[in-house]
């Protein structure tokens, strides 16, 4: 299974594949970034995209679940 630190060690296009592997659970955007989460086995990963350059610009690996937190704040109940 992959951990959190073996994941940080890969390069991009590992952890491309990687992440598209997971769960897509949300996402968001934020000034003129997109950002989507996805769940791994044992973390979490946010890929910051980059829609005007069409490009991924940053992977953030986490299991800090309070990191969810502008994901939730989204969240709507109707």
């Known amino acids: 299974m992959l951990t959190l630190d073996d994941f ?4 991009d296009y ?3 594949e990687a992440v598209w592997s ?3 659970l949300a996402d968001r955007e934020e000034d003129d970034l ?5 769940s791994l ?9 980059d829609a ?4 991924i610009v940053a992977f953030r690996a986490f299991t800090n679940k309070q990191l ?11």
């Open 34 to 38: 997109r950002a989507q989460l996805y």
């Open 68 to 78: 969810l937190a502008p994901y939730l704040a989204q969240i709507k109940i109707v």
């Open 52 to 55: 005007i350059g069409n490009e």
């Open 8 to 11: 940080n060690t890969l390069t």
């Open 14 to 16: 590992e952890k491309a």
């Open 41 to 49: 086995p044992v973390f979490y990963v946010e890929v910051v995209y």
């Open 22 to 24: 997971g769960s897509f």
